[in-house]
Nanobody
Framework: QVQLVESGGGLVQPGGSLRLSCAAS????????MGWYRQAPGKEREFVAT?????????ADSVKGRFTVSRGNAKNTMQLFLQMNSLKPEDSAIYYC??????????WGQGTQVTVSS
């Protein structure tokens, strides 16, 4: 079982930056891929970015060149980050961290709100 906790959301003006963090605990040795999805009001949850254990990344076209996903390791935890630059109002959403284990199971965090508004 993998537990995920996001942090770092907030209110930012258009053109600004935010850095989201996700702390993974539990069976972190089973994690193959980690990434981010987001969900805006009235819309379906959509893919944002992923990163593999080997560091390969993949991004949604809407965030390429503006967002950067990365991973880090600390004692007994695995960390995931999302650096978001040049933010636009349409980036406003709840951002969810997810992890895919070697078993194929998906785990989700509780989400963190990002609001881009002047």
């Amino acid at each position: 079982q993998v537990q995920l906790v996001e942090s770092g959301g907030g209110l930012v003006q258009p053109g600004g930056s935010l850095r989201l963090s996700c702390a993974a605990s539990g069976s972190i040795g089973s994690i193959m891929i980690m990434g981010w999805y987001r969900q805006a009001p009235g819309k379906e949850r959509e893919f944002v970015a992923t990163i593999t254990g080997g560091g390969m990344t993949n991004y949604a076209d809407s965030v390429k060149g503006r967002f950067t996903v990365s991973r880090g390791n600390a004692k007994n935890t695995m960390q995931l980050f999302l650096q978001m630059n040049s933010l636009k109002p349409e980036d406003s959403a709840i951002y969810y961290c997810h992890a895919i284990a070697s078993t194929g199971n998906w785990s989700w965090g509780q989400g963190t709100q990002v609001t881009v508004s002047s």
